[in-house]
Structures are given as structure tokens and as C-alpha cells.
């Protein structure tokens, strides 16, 4: 069955960054691409990014343009997003989801999310 | 941007009765709606996608409908387990944006 494990809870001092990951197994890692979302206490989810994980090819919202890395490494099958000049807003879930056949953009298998806390 | 408004906010029912939930678009997305539910400390779950196809292992009592702007999920009979939160979501424009949620509540 398709699993997104993702890694621990991290805690953060404004101005870091933050690398989550997510490793993915059951299914063919290439043939699908990730996407990544967070959720902020109380609010709706939030999409960030997404990843073609068979070529590399990514696209980023704008609210986070520049600020945001999403990275593969195919012989892990995981993927990474990384968020750097962090925040207090930043305080969320954050979480992998892979997409739909044909990379339509529809997240069908969410990983368990990872809670980023950003405090001094 | 597109922007989602979902209504109501709270839904109160029974279970057994019937849901109907709102999604509304600031443009048309065509058919490229999709419908989570989520519980509390859970990931979204992908319940509809493309308006009215229902994901892999989402019961029958989950239909959508819908096109351009105006959007509708149906819960035909509420079961326990569906006293959640649901959020649309679309996906015709990047960025990818979700509407604010309407949470049905046990009454």
C-alpha cells in the first residue's frame, strides 16, 4: 500500500531554514509527483509546491518563491522540501502528499505531517 | 488567484441525515474541483475529484457535482465517522488554493 513517511517535529529560531522529508514506498516513485502543503492551527491547507519526481521539474507558489527548495533523490525514493528566512507564520503541518495519475495536481496519499515550530 | 468560499461554515445534523456543502469560486475552474475531508490531528483525505469522481475507497454515499463556479458535495446519509471538516480544492489555475472549510457537526 502507498506510505509518505515523513521526518520529526522540528523546532526553529527565526531566520533558519528547515529541511522535512519524505519517503515514500509502494508504489513506483518516478511515476508520480509530489506535492507539499502545510496548514497553519485553524486554517486551511495551503499549497506550496510540487515536484515531478520522474524529471525534477518543480513549481512554486509565489507567496514562497525564493524561500522554498523541493528536492528528490530517486535511489531514496523520498522527497524534500526545505524552507529557509523562517518565521513565526511559518509555525504549521507541513505535509507530502503524492499526486494523482497524469500529475493533474489532485493529492490522493498524504504523508503524516510534520509540525514546524518557529520561535525565539 | 482563484478564491474558494465554502458554506455554510458549521453544518449541524443528525447522523443518518442528509449533508449538503458549498463550494464557490472567484472564477470558473471548469470541472477541476476536488473535495477533502479531515479530521482532527489527520491529514486531508481525498474523498472527490474533477467535480463528481469519487477517489479510490470513498463510499457511494459521497457525491459531488458541479461545474464552473458553483459546486456541491453530498453526504446522502450521515454515518458517525463523517463528523468532520471538508474543503475544496481547485486546481484549473496555479496556485493551487483551498477554500476556508465547512465542518459538519454532530447535533
Known amino acids: 500500500q502507498v506510505q509518505l513517511v515523513q521526518s520529526g517535529a522540528e523546532v526553529k529560531k527565526p531566520g533558519a531554514s528547515v529541511k522535512v522529508s519524505c519517503k515514500a514506498s509502494?508504489?513506483?516513485?518516478?511515476?508520480?509527483?509530489m506535492l507539499w502543503v502545510r496548514q497553519a492551527p485553524g486554517q486551511r491547507p495551503e499549497w506550496m509546491g510540487w515536484i515531478n519526481i520522474g524529471n525534477g521539474n518543480t513549481k512554486y507558489s509565489q507567496k514562497f518563491q525564493g524561500r522554498v527548495t523541493i528536492t528528490r533523490d530517486t535511489s531514496a525514493s523520498t522527497a524534500y522540501m526545505e524552507l529557509g528566512s523562517l518565521r513565526s507564520e511559518d509555525t504549521a503541518v507541513y505535509y507530502c502528499a503524492r499526486d494523482s495519475r497524469g500529475g493533474i495536481a489532485v493529492p490522493e496519499y498524504w504523508g503524516q505531517g510534520t509540525l514546524v515550530t518557529v520561535s525565539s | 488567484e482563484i478564491v474558494l468560499a465554502q458554506s455554510p461554515a458549521t453544518l449541524s445534523l443528525s447522523p443518518g441525515e442528509r449533508a449538503t456543502l458549498s463550494c464557490r469560486a472567484s472564477q470558473s475552474v471548469n470541472s477541476y474541483l476536488a473535495w477533502y475531508q479531515q479530521k482532527p490531528g489527520q491529514a486531508p483525505r481525498l474523498l472527490i475529484y474533477?467535480?463528481?469522481k469519487r477517489a479510490t475507497g470513498i463510499p457511494a454515499r459521497f457525491s459531488g457535482s458541479g461545474s464552473g463556479t458553483d459546486f456541491t458535495l453530498t453526504i446522502s446519509s450521515l454515518e458517525p465517522e463523517d463528523f468532520a471538516v471538508y474543503y475544496c480544492?481547485?486546481?484549473?489555475?496555479?496556485?493551487?488554493?483551498f477554500g476556508g472549510g465547512t465542518k459538519v457537526e454532530i447535533k
Open positions: 474533477d467535480a463528481s
Open positions: 509502494g508504489y513506483t516513485f518516478i511515476s508520480y509527483a
Open positions: 480544492q481547485q486546481r484549473s489555475n496555479w496556485p493551487l488554493t
